[in-house]
């Protein structure tokens, strides 16, 4: 897994790069899939968040939610899972299957 840091200027420059406005508000949720927090249980706001990329593989949470404290310049890194895994995916199926094979 490779280490990086993610900083206020740095997701600044990202938004700017990728054409999104940012909005006029003091908080933002940013979204990472693939990159894990080096310290997962330290969920302070800090001015720079360390980050390893991770493998996705549908079973353990390989994502990151960060909540952006713009005024401040500080983000604060959650573990997190964007993308439901494939157990869920194939019990939800079943269950829908079942469903539309039910008798009315």
């Not at 706001?45 to 310049?73: G, H, V």
Request: aromatic fraction near 6%; hydrophobic fraction near 45%; proline fraction near 5%.
């Amino acid at each position: 897994m490779s280490t990086f840091s993610l900083t206020h200027d740095l997701l600044q420059r990202l938004c700017a790069v990728n054409q999104f406005v940012l909005p006029n508000t003091a908080m933002l949720l940013v979204g990472l899939r693939g990159a894990v927090s080096s310290q997962a249980n330290d969920q302070s706001f800090k001015p720079e968040q360390l980050l390893e990329t991770a493998e996705i593989n549908y079973s353990n949470p390989r994502c990151t939610i960060l909540q952006w404290d713009m005024a401040n310049r500080r983000l604060a890194a959650f573990p997190a899972c964007q993308v439901i895994s494939s157990r869920a995916t194939t019990v939800l199926l079943n269950v829908t299957l079942l469903k539309s094979c039910a008798p009315i």
